[in-house]
């Protein structure tokens, strides 16, 4: 199998970095158009377009009304093509930046990703999440290629609520323990090809980023704060993370997430928080030695990440049996990334996994 690499062309972090947008936009196209929420809109809009019009890119704004949707997607893409513009750019959280993505695709057009949180790791990706108008799952969208560059303003971001960033850095947890896996099982990733070093490289540095900078991150970003720690944080939930899950492959965490949207309860809950405990679970299934699974409860319970089911909002019940048995159905369902482990996983052993990682959790918290 080939190995492959895939990310985006241009990747810019900084405090402030939304003020430089029209610098690189200048460099893909001379008229933009541009998408956000309304609340991002009223909060970046007067930044971005004088940027733009320092760099002489001429622009027109449209407000996303808030689902990626595919009737979203058709009525700003008319907008954008009505208005001859050049490239796109999507400003704000996961289904402004997915539309964005969807759009540029459709229109053929660069596209330029700016993220107001850091919560998860799609941004670099060359994928989006369909959702019906009424918000429901619909498909994925994939694309040939990743966004030409991804621009994130790290004063913005670290002003968003700590839990996002915490979030992000579930999201980023399971990524090295996932990578190795999916290499030992020379299973293919999301890029289409065998893990290569880069990768597996990055999301050991995505893993040891987290560990050293993830508790002083959160500290900061509660008071209010961007330290260098909050810097280091947002580069690794969204870059390192980013390549590598596209790149060096996904397995149990995100497949044991994927079971858990199936319970009611747990809806509350963020992407990365859920994939923080599926992480414990994988190294659950995988007999991870004692030393790695105590290493991630400490971070866990240091930065506020759920380690229990109780934390995931499952009360200890007779119908929780029956429940954790769904959710490890649902998790090796055919197509799911689990399936990506180096052994042949079945429902009983993640649904045994699942019940000893939260044993283990309340024993570390209590
Ligand atoms: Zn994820």
């Not at 007067?46 to 027109?60: G, I, M, P, R």
Request: one cysteine or more; hydrophobic letters at 45%; a negative charge.
């Amino acid at each position: 199998m080939l190995k492959v690499i895939q990310s985006p062309s241009k990747y810019i972090q900084g405090p402030g970095a939304l003020s430089h947008i029209g610098q690189y936009t200048k460099m893909l196209a001379d008229h933009v158009f541009v998408i956000a929420d309304n609340f991002v809109m009223s909060l970046i809009g007067d930044a971005v377009s004088k940027s733009l019009e320092e760099h002489a890119v001429t622009s027109h704004f449209e407000i996303f009304n808030g689902e990626c949707s595919r009737g979203e997607i058709k009525r700003l893409s008319d907008i954008s093509a009505s208005n001859q513009c050049q490239a796109v750019i999507g400003i704000g959280g996961g289904k402004t930046l997915d539309t964005a993505k969807a759009i540029a695709h459709a229109c053929r057009l660069p596209v330029i990703i700016s993220p107001t949180i850091a919560s998860t790791d799609a941004p670099t990706s060359a994928l989006s999440v369909l959702y019906t108008e009424l918000g429901e799952f619909d498909g994925y969208l994939l694309y040939p290629q990743n966004p030409n560059i991804v621009l994130m303003d790290t004063r913005i971001i670290a002003k968003a609520p700590v839990r996002l960033l915490v979030a992000g850095m579930g999201d980023a947890l399971a990524t090295y323990f996932e990578a190795r896996a999916n290499s030992a099982a020379h299973k293919p990733t999301m890029a289409g090809g065998a893990t290569s070093n880069t990768g597996l490289a990055l999301a050991k540095l995505c893993y040891d980023t987290l560990l050293a900078e993830g508790y002083k991150a959160k500290l900061a970003v509660e008071a209010g704060v961007s330290t260098p720690a909050v810097e280091n944080i947002i580069e690794a939930n969204t870059y390192l993370s980013g390549i590598g899950f596209e790149s060096a492959g996904l397995a149990a965490a995100h497949a044991i997430h994927n079971g858990f949207t199936v319970l009611e309860e747990c809806h509350h809950l963020y992407h990365g928080e859920k994939v923080a405990f599926g992480t414990l679970a994988q190294l659950m299934l995988e007999n991870s030695p004692n030393e790695e699974l105590e290493t991630v409860l400490d971070f866990c319970v240091q930065v506020g990440l759920p380690v229990t089911l109780e934390q995931l909002g499952l009360r200890d019940s007779e119908k929780l049996h029956q429940k954790i048995m769904e959710v490890a159905k649902a998790s090796c369902a055919e197509g799911e990334t689990i399936h990506n482990m180096p052994f042949k996983v079945t429902p009983e052993q993640v649904y045994a996994a699942i019940m000893a990682a939260d044993r283990m959790g309340m024993d570390w918290l209590y």
